[in-house]
């Protein structure tokens, strides 16, 4: 079997930021790294949960909303990946292209700047959410504050890849 992409990064140096993950079938998917793993506390799943349901949210009714595929969190709770199609631009005044790193900083600066500003989490009803007794706005906001200074002070956005060798002499990034 081939080794998935993500498990080639070197998880034991990845710091809070923004990072393309991966860009094929028209798709461009983004690592929002909240935490930095192995290192700080993963978020706790009731605040990655109020982070999802407030991201989605805000990513579907913002002017990229078109493009918007996926907004949801990680298995291993520190960060979220947002799939956006591979086209267009958040940027004012350039040409249609692939979205960058930067547009997703500018907007991911924008929509923690609106959570910030919630009093609620959307969609917290039986009705309307699988687990709806599992959110934390509070602790959601906290860990907001957290990643936009992150973001506007310390920002992040190339991988380290793992450079282990195999036995049978190929990279593991490469197996």
């Known amino acids: 079997m081939e080794v998935i992409q993500s498990f080639t990064i070197d998880h ?5 930021g ?7 079938k028209g798709f461009i998917t983004f690592d929002l790294r909240i935490t930095e793993p192995n290192h700080e506390p993963a978020l706790a799943p009731a605040a990655i949960h109020s982070l999802e349901h407030l991201m989605a949210t805000w990513f579907r009714n913002s002017k990229v909303k078109e493009d ?7 298995g291993c709770l520190t960060g ?4 956006m199609k591979g086209y267009g631009s958040a940027t ?11 547009d997703m900083r500018y907007l991911t600066i924008e929509c923690l700047q609106w959570i910030l500003t919630q009093t609620e989490v959307p969609a917290t009803e039986p009705q309307t959410c699988g687990n709806y007794l599992l959110h934390d706005l509070p602790m959601c906001k906290w860990e907001s504050a957290r990643y936009l200074d992150r973001l506007e002070h310390d920002f992040h956005s190339e991988y380290t890849k793992l450079q282990i ?11």
């Open 92 to 102: 004012e005044g350039r040409e249609s292209g692939s979205y960058t790193v930067e």
């Open 68 to 74: 918007v595929v996926y907004v949801g969190p990680m």
């Open 165 to 175: 060798v195999l036995d049978d002499g190929k990279l593991f990034a490469d197996a």
């Open 12 to 16: 034991t140096h990845l710091k809070p």
């Open 80 to 83: 979220m990946y947002i799939i």
């Open 18 to 24: 923004i990072y393309v993950s991966r860009e094929d």
